[in-house]
């Protein structure tokens, strides 16, 4: 099998799906790796050190994507990099289809490509063990932007997180309890500050009490509870998340404006379309703006910040299952791992998920229907 790896290419994106150790281990398996030039040089990792690994350099994206029989990318390809990939292939990536172009759809769904939506895969008892582990990067380095830009050279109130002797630390507020949200919750009462997290629902939050005690705080998202938030909060974090929709506007712009000047929204969900309606997507090189006199942070990739851990934790969780495609072929891996189907989005360019096959207007297939 032939696997495609091509140099990331979102704004300010530095992951790659794979570093030389786990391409040394696919070739060891029996698979030609075509990777690009310069896929893992922002993560510190030469052309040199995946040519040890006995990879192939590759000099251009086309190559990447168009040799390939499964290509393994971290983000969704963009509306030009659909079009390299053969027809026929597997793709195997975060794919966010819901919030995808249109021509990005229609280029997977023409060229019979079979795609895996990682953040979709599900395993009972395991959750969603890719989203969780950039989730729980995710939700540490939510607090940490919440921090550096509580500094007044950033725009923000001139507060240390987790305060002094005599000295309030400062309050952060978490609407959401699933992975990035208790990752957030963590971080933050590792650092001394006082922390409440929110969330629709009991369970979640009753787990994070049996972890954290009485240290942590916890409400129910209602507008009450979110107006009485967002008054008196000095970092807010924003992790909700639903599955195939876009993340819906807990946050009103009028609440956003009840924040305290200088206070800082982080808006992790933002790759879903944001929790509050002043969100709007940034950059890692340019990541915040200031509206309602509040310093918004709403980075979409925030785990392209750490590089090396983020690609580790990635492949760590993808290669298992690149393995099991390597050896039984697509299709028999999919009938045989009930968990890599929850994931599964196009067969050879059948819609199988309804969410999507509705977003795009197009028929829906039964999995088993497409697999025979």
Not at 151 to 167: E, K, M, Q, S, T
């Amino acid at each position: 099998m032939i696997i495609g790896i091509p140099r990331e290419r979102f704004i300010d994106e530095t992951r790659v799906a794979v570093s030389p150790a786990a391409a040394r281990s696919l070739v060891e398996a029996g698979s030609t790796v075509y990777i690009e030039t310069n896929a893992g040089e922002a993560a510190g990792w030469r052309d040199s050190e995946y040519e040890n690994a006995g990879a192939t350099i590759v000099y251009s994206e086309e190559e990447a994507l168009g040799r390939a029989d499964l290509v393994i990318k971290v983000l969704r390809p963009n509306p030009q990099e659909a079009e390299m990939i053969r027809e026929g292939a597997a793709l195997v990536s975060y794919l966010q289809l819901s919030q995808a172009p249109r021509e990005v759809f229609i280029s997977l769904y023409e060229r019979e490509i079979t795609a895996i939506a990682l953040e979709n895969i599900w395993y009972e008892g395991g959750g969603h063990p890719v989203r969780r582990a950039m989730s729980e990067i995710a939700g540490q380095l939510a607090v940490h932007a919440g921090s550096e830009h509580l500094r007044a050279d950033r725009g923000g109130r001139g507060i240390l997180l987790g305060g002094l002797p005599g000295v309030p630390s400062a309050s952060v507020g978490i609407l959401g309890a699933g992975v990035v949200g208790q990752a957030a919750a963590a971080a933050a009462l590792n650092r001394g500050a006082h922390v409440i997290l929110v969330d629709q629902k009991i369970a979640p939050l009753r787990e994070a009490m049996k972890i954290y005690g009485n240290r942590l705080q916890t409400g129910i998202v209602n507008e009450h509870n979110i107006e009485k938030l967002c008054s008196f909060v000095d970092v807010l974090i924003g992790a909700i998340l639903i599955e195939d929709h876009p993340t819906p506007h807990i946050l009103m712009r009028d609440q956003v404006r009840a924040m305290k000047r200088g206070s800082v929204l982080v808006d992790v969900a933002i790759d879903q379309g944001g929790t509050a309606e002043t969100s709007r997507p940034t950059s890692i090189s340019d990541p915040t703006y200031i509206e309602e006199e509040v310093v918004h942070y709403c980075v979409p990739n925030m785990p392209a910040l750490v590089p090396r851990t983020a690609t580790r934790a990635f492949q760590n969780q993808v290669l298992p299952f690149v393995r099991e495609i390597m050896k039984s072929g697509v299709k028999e891996t999919l009938r045989s791992h009930p968990y890599l189907r929850t994931g599964l989005t196009l067969y050879e360019g059948k819609v199988v998920r309804d969410l999507i096959a509705k977003t795009f207007g197009v028929e829906s297939h039964a999995i088993d229907e497409v697999l025979g």
